[in-house]
């Protein structure tokens, strides 16, 4: 079989970067399209307290992934360096620590996730009509969490080899057999949330068998070879460097919203269900805007290896105009579509659906934004260093954001839902602005280095 890959250090830059993002993003909308399918499903046959309940296990469980998720991250820049700088081995040894270190990942998650659910539920605040059913999705849910870690891994290799439209396809796979168990599970069986949960673990299972298959059919460095599985200490140190900074960045980021989510949470049901679903349709606009980020971070880490400082400049500037243009374009049209969207997920309650609008309102307008900051921690951590857009993102994001809820928000005069959204766009503004600075201050010294 002959190895799909994209030579991103030579060739013209915006056809490649486009022609590379497009598969990401539509891999990133098939993900959410899993937690869409279980929300619509359960919106419509068991009612919006379901929908609430799904929605609030969101923030608790990107919280705990998101840790491990990061060093995917990381395994994906050290084979980006790697194959850059032309260094087969490194690339086929880092290839062979990163599986194992998925399962081991995937493990931890899977034993944490089980035995806490219901504590962390109700240490958010968790509304009492929903707790058992939140409780009951993410326990099944985090069963799946092995292949859920050899999904993400094996995709962060293959997209750093260039290939990003295998993992589409593969999920593509993944998602349709999704959609028919929840039909089947809900519909037939009567499962409610355990069922819709039950069916996103086997489609997880099924699309993680699709990505260690295609490793294993690679005719390159990034060939996966199941005997020579293997953790070697170097590649793994890497891994750690460039992974643990970001997996902490992502849990932190994650916490922000875990106490957001908990103040929301203390407005009641109606208002958190109709959080649930506009948090549901924001998803597909961040996995647009997000895509570029993960562009830029493999861009950057191809020709940081390659030393071609010049091409990453105007890797920088063609991701920052096209995150920009991508997310004010849909952000504005689904605030535009706003309350039939919300209807798909929303069938008894017009109150939620207004509450729903609120948080669309003051997330999707300035929502590019966000695009933006996850660009420029994609170019920093593609240039290797990972610990300062950690460092940024805990000032900016999350620093900014506790410090709204427990100042601001316990004002009585801006103790409010609107209140709680207006600190996502000022988090967002400013930590942009540092990483970008630091990005290009980073850029120009590693040159002159180079350039000695």
């Excluded at 170019?379 to 857009?389: D, E, K, N, Q, V």
Aim: with cysteine; net charge positive; glycine share 10%.
């Amino acid at each position: 079989m002959r190895s799909k890959s994209s030579d991103m250090c030579e060739g013209p830059l915006i056809s490649r970067i486009i022609l590379y993002t497009i598969p990401i993003i539509l891999t990133g909308v098939l993900q959410l399209l899993f937690n869409a399918a279980d929300l619509v499903v359960v919106g419509r046959c068991c009612g919006s307290n379901s929908v609430g309940a799904v929605g609030a296990t969101g923030a608790i469980i990107n919280l705990m992934v998101n840790m491990f998720i990061g060093l995917s991250v990381g395994a994906g820049v050290t084979v980006a360096h790697g194959l850059g700088s032309g260094r087969s081995e490194d690339v086929h040894r880092t290839v062979h620590t990163a599986i194992p270190t998925a399962v081991i990942s995937g493990l931890v998650l899977t034993v944490i996730g089980v035995c806490f659910s219901e504590t962390f539920l109700r240490m958010m605040n968790t509304p009492p009509e929903q707790l058992h059913l939140a409780a009951c999705y993410m326990r099944i849910y985090f069963c799946g969490t092995v292949a859920s870690m050899l999904y993400n891994f094996g995709s962060a290799i293959l997209r750093a080899a260039g290939d990003t439209q295998s993992p589409l396809y593969y999920l593509m796979a993944a998602g349709v057999v999704n959609v028919l168990l929840n039909l089947l599970f809900v519909i037939v069986f009567r499962m409610d949330v355990s069922g819709v949960a039950l069916a996103t673990t086997i489609s997880q299972i099924l699309s993680a068998g699709l990505i260690i298959r295609a490793l294993m059919k690679r005719e390159d460095a990034c060939r996966l070879e199941l005997k020579k599985l293997h953790i070697y200490g170097r590649q793994l140190k890497r891994i750690l460097q460039i992974g643990f900074p970001a997996g902490v960045q992502g849990s932190l980021f994650s916490a922000s919203n875990v106490i957001i989510q908990s103040s929301i949470n203390s407005f009641g049901p109606i208002v958190n269900s109709g959080n649930a679903a506009a948090q549901n349709i924001e998803g597909f606009v961040y996995m647009s805007m997000n895509s570029y980020s993960q562009t830029a971070l493999n861009f950057t880490g191809q020709n940081f290896g390659a030393g071609k400082f010049d091409r990453i400049r105007r890797i920088m500037w063609i991701c920052l105009i096209a995150v920009f243009c991508t997310g004010a374009t849909l952000g504005l049209t689904a605030l535009f579509f706003g309350r039939p969207l919300l209807g798909i997920y929303i069938t008894d309650s017009e109150e939620s659906i207004k509450y729903g609008l609120v948080r669309m309102t003051y997330i999707m307008i300035p929502y590019f934004l966000c695009g933006l900051m996850d660009v420029t921690t994609g170019l920093i951590r593609g240039l290797g260093r990972s610990a300062l857009p950690m460092f940024i993102t805990v000032a900016g994001v999350v620093g900014i954001r506790l410090g709204w809820i427990y100042a601001v928000f316990r004002i009585p005069l801006y103790h409010s839902i609107k209140s709680l959204y207006l600190s996502y766009a000022i988090s967002w503004s400013i930590t942009f602005l540092t990483e970008l600075i630091v990005f290009i201050v980073l850029l120009r010294r590693m040159k002159k280095r180079s350039e000695k």
